[in-house]
Each structure stands twice: as structure tokens, then as C-alpha cells.
T-cell receptor
Framework: TQLLEQSPQFLSIQEGENLTVYCNSS?????LQWYRQEPGEGPVLLVT?????EVKKLKRLTFQFGDARKDSSLHITAAQPGDTGLYLC???????????FGAGTRLTVKP | EAQVTQNPRYLITVTGKKLTVTCSQN?????MSWYRQDPGLGLRQIYY???????DKGDVPEGYKVSRKEKRNFPLILESPSPNQTSLYFC????????????FGPGTRLLVL
């Protein structure tokens, strides 16, 4: 059982569409991170959220951390083919030094 | 250029033949860790190190060893590899654990026959 559940597992959309992917858990986290991974490469950090209810924007990407710090969402507006990749959420529990990753959402944006 | 390097990038070996995957970072980071990535399971942490001579088990440490004799290097050792260790391995480093940005290496794809 994954500590962090990501949904959907796969998502294929047309260029220009909006989408939201989710990262959920029953545990409370001190911080949560979103990464994007492209084929043949390691994950690259997009954002870190720390405060419950926090919203961060990175161009067309909007990240939200749930009020209870148990879940997060990533919303992409007007998706582009360059957004294609595997989106991973990762979190560290309070008083814990190891980082846990979700299984990821594989996004394909078709031109 | 700030980076995490791993070697080799690809490796095919046979069951029981000891191997080492090297990891090196040039950012003077304290925290380093090893992950394996498998389809449907995401990244699972194998071992991590908070600093030189300090290592701890992650989620899936069985069958692996690590060492941290120097700050920049964090090799992953498979004493007796088995086919269930066939996977994609990533090394990562950051200034500190938790909220800090983790920088990942390019990955090592291992096949154990």
C-alpha cells in the first residue's frame, strides 16, 4: 500500500485542456513536494509546500496543499506537449527523516 | 556545473555477482539517498545518509548496503544481487532532508539475470 496515493495513474489530454492531478494520504506531512520526471532522467523538483492551505503558482501550474496537510493537488492550465511527463508527489512525515514518493501520474499532452 | 553523477548508467549482471553503483555530488550536500523506481510503485527509498559516517535504512533496505566515508560519495552495494533487484536506481542529494530541494542523478538501469 502506497503511503501517498496519486490519481489518476495515467492521463492523456489534448493541447490546451486543463487538468488536475491529486496526491492523497491518511498521514499528516510536514512538507510535500511535486517533481516532474522525463524519460531517461531523474525527477526534477517543481515546488515545495509547507503550510496547510498554501497555494503556489509556477506559470501555468498551480499547487495546493490541503488544510490538514494530508493531501495536495496540481492543476495545469492550457496544457502544452512540453508538460508531458511523470508527475510525482513526495512527502516527509513530522519527526521522520525519510522521504516517501507516490507512484506518479503519467501525463501525455497531445498536440 | 552542480550535479549528481551515477555510474554505471546501465548494467547487466548475473545473480550473486557483487556490484557497486557509485554516486557523487559536487554541491557539498549533507543529505544523500538512494531510491529504486519500479512500475506502479514509484520511487522507494533504500538508504539515506544525513552526513559522513551516518547512514539509515529507508523503506526497502534488504539486499543493499551503503557507505558514506566522504561527503561527496555515497556508493550503493549489492553483495549478492538477485533478479528482484532489477530496477532503475536513482541517487539524490540535498543540503538537508525534508523541505530542501533534492537533486537527482540520471539513474542506473540494472538488470540481474
Amino acid at each position: 500500500t502506497q503511503l501517498l496515493e496519486q490519481s489518476p495513474q495515467f492521463l492523456s489530454i489534448q493541447e490546451g485542456e486543463n487538468l488536475t492531478v491529486y496526491c492523497n494520504s491518511s498521514s499528516v506531512f510536514s512538507s510535500l513536494q511535486w517533481y516532474r520526471q522525463e524519460p531517461g532522467e531523474g525527477p526534477v523538483l517543481l515546488v515545495t509546500v509547507v503550510t496547510g492551505g498554501e497555494v503556489k503558482k509556477l506559470k501555468r501550474l498551480t499547487f495546493q496543499f490541503g488544510d490538514a496537510r494530508k493531501d495536495s493537488s496540481l492543476h495545469i492550465t492550457a496544457a502544452q506537449p512540453g508538460d508531458t511527463g511523470l508527475y510525482l508527489c513526495a512527502a516527509t512525515a513530522p519527526n521522520n527523516n525519510d522521504m516517501r514518493f507516490g507512484a506518479g501520474t503519467r501525463l501525455t499532452v497531445k498536440p | 556545473e552542480a550535479q549528481v553523477t551515477q555510474n554505471p548508467r546501465y548494467l547487466i549482471t548475473v545473480t550473486g555477482k557483487k556490484l557497486t553503483v557509485t554516486c557523487s555530488q559536487n554541491m557539498n550536500h549533507e543529505y544523500m539517498s538512494w531510491y529504486r523506481q519500479d512500475p506502479g510503485l514509484g520511487l522507494r527509498q533504500i538508504y539515506y545518509s544525513m552526513n559522513v559516517e551516518v547512514t539509515d535504512k529507508g523503506d526497502v533496505p534488504e539486499g543493499y548496503k551503503v557507505s558514506r566515508k566522504e561527503k561527496r560519495n555515497f556508493p550503493l552495494i549489492l553483495e549478492s544481487p538477485s533478479p528482484n533487484q532489477t530496477s532503475l536506481y536513482f541517487c539524490a542529494s540535498s543540503l538537508l532532508e525534508g523541505m530542501e530541494t533534492q537533486y537527482f542523478g540520471p539513474g542506473t538501469r540494472l538488470l540481474v539475470l
